[in-house]
Nanobody, 120 residues
């Protein structure tokens, strides 16, 4: 059974930094990528960043490119989102995502979310 546990959220002033870890459990052989999405009040959930598990290729939303960095620790089955130069518009609940692929099928798993609030 796959579980994702996020931490590291909180309140920070604009221009500040936060680091969000997400620890995953369960078999790792099927992991294709892990990443982060976010959902602000009244808005749909949106993609933030992702990293492929095998090659470590990274992907970012335009809105966070150059400010956020995603990384992984394969031994700990953990993905990190380093968020710098935070803006009030980054305020949202951040959700960790794990996508498994096997035999042409995909499974998506989600964490419970962690709140990030950026004050101006």
């Amino acid at each position: 059974q796959v579980q994702l546990v996020e931490s590291g959220g909180g309140l920070v002033q604009a221009g500040g930094s936060l680091r969000l870890p997400c620890a995953a459990s369960g078999r790792t052989s099927r992991i294709y990528r892990m990443g982060w999405y976010r959902q602000a009040p009244g808005k749909e959930r949106e993609f933030v960043a992702a990293i492929t598990w095998s090659a470590g290729r990274t992907y970012y939303a335009d809105s966070v490119q150059g400010r956020f960095t995603i990384s992984r620790d394969k031994a700990e089955i953990t993905v990190y989102l380093q968020m710098n130069s935070l803006k009030p518009e980054d305020t949202a609940i951040y959700y960790c995502n794990r996508r498994d692929e096997y035999s042409g099928l995909q499974d998506d798993y989600w964490g419970q979310g962690t709140q990030v609030t950026v004050s101006s």
